[in-house]
């Protein structure tokens, strides 16, 4: 632990947690070297500082930021996959949840989908905001960047899926044709364009952004904690009611099902019925572990390390 500047630090190896004392957190990805893409060790990092504030009475909004040149470019395309898939078939093998701290939804906890925080979560978006980082961007609340930023959703360029919420969040958040632009374009839009299309609070200088952000940070901190909280998680379940309505009615068809005989005709449609029943990111899940089973999946991230266009084979 040491300090810096108003902030106390806890060095996560990459990942950076510092809290100063008038409750606001800082959370700052810094692998430059990856453009700030992440292995499966800081995914697991960024999870747990998000853990962290979410369970600290002390902090009532957090900052996220990036190092150098990029904000957050997701997952590091020539380590995570592979990673993922042994920590997959080890745990499908031991029949755990973990296997030394790492867990299958490191991922999308990491970039805020599927996480119930209902604290305040500002970004401060100094780069490139591509893949995991537009993820991430859907699960703040605030977002500031600098006229160098860019965003983009680079997984179709890469015969990828967008698994990790920003194909759900996206079109809830912003209008529809802008968000399929961004969707299927893949293309990497400014700074500019992304405050135009409604994806971003403010455009600063770079030198101003983390004191725009902390300036936001405090014009919410004056108010009072549970009372912000609520109003986010008020203001979320309005946005995303679908997804505890549909897990509320599979739960309760599930608890009618087994009140009844198994030659009851009535109870294999309520099983099929509760097969049927899926919430927007559950169906995007699927989604995405159909598309990263075909051969574009595989081809996609090999030319991008071979610095050579794809051959898409539609397979």
């Not at 899926?278 to 071979?306: L, Q, W, Y």
Request: proline letters at 4%; hydrophobic letters at 45%.
């Amino acid at each position: 632990m040491c300090r810096w500047g108003r902030y106390t630090v806890w060095e996560l190896m990459a990942i950076h947690y510092a809290q100063d004392s008038a409750h606001v957190v800082l959370i700052t990805i810094d692998r430059p070297e990856a453009r700030n893409a992440a292995d499966m060790e800081h995914f697991k990092l960024l999870r747990e500082a998000w853990d962290r504030f979410r369970d600290d009475e002390q902090a009532w909004v957090a900052i996220v930021t990036g190092t150098g040149e990029a904000f957050f470019s997701g997952a590091d395309l020539k380590t995570y996959i592979p990673e993922i898939t042994k920590l997959s078939q080890a745990i499908a093998a031991g029949g755990q949840q973990e296997i030394d701290g790492y867990r299958l939804d490191d991922g999308t906890k990491a970039v805020l989908r599927n996480y119930e925080l209902n604290k305040p979560v500002i970004a401060a978006v100094n780069g490139f905001c591509t893949a995991g980082g537009m993820e991430m961007l859907g699960g703040t609340d605030i977002r500031i960047a600098c006229p160098e930023a860019k965003f983009a959703v680079m997984e179709p360029k890469r015969g990828l899926f967008a698994g990790g919420g920003t194909t759900v969040r996206l079109p809830r958040q912003i209008p529809w044709a802008h968000a399929m632009e961004l969707l299927l374009c893949a293309d990497l839009i400014d700074a500019q364009h992304a405050l135009q299309l409604g994806l971003l609070n403010r455009v600063v200088p770079r030198e101003q952004l983390l004191d725009t952000a902390r300036e936001f940070a405090q014009r919410i901190v004056v108010n009072a904690p549970l009372a912000v909280q609520a109003t986010k998680a008020s203001a979320l379940s309005g946005l995303y009611h679908d997804e505890e309505e549909i897990k509320t009615t599979r739960a309760a068809i599930k608890a009618i099902a087994r009140t009844l005989e198994d030659d009851n005709p009535a109870k294999s449609l309520l099983i099929e019925l509760t097969k049927s029943l899926r919430t927007a990111f559950e169906r995007e899940s699927k989604h995405a572990n159909v598309i990263f089973a075909t051969e574009d999946a595989k081809e996609g991230p090999k030319a991008f390390a071979e610095k050579r266009p794809p051959v898409w084979k539609a397979q």
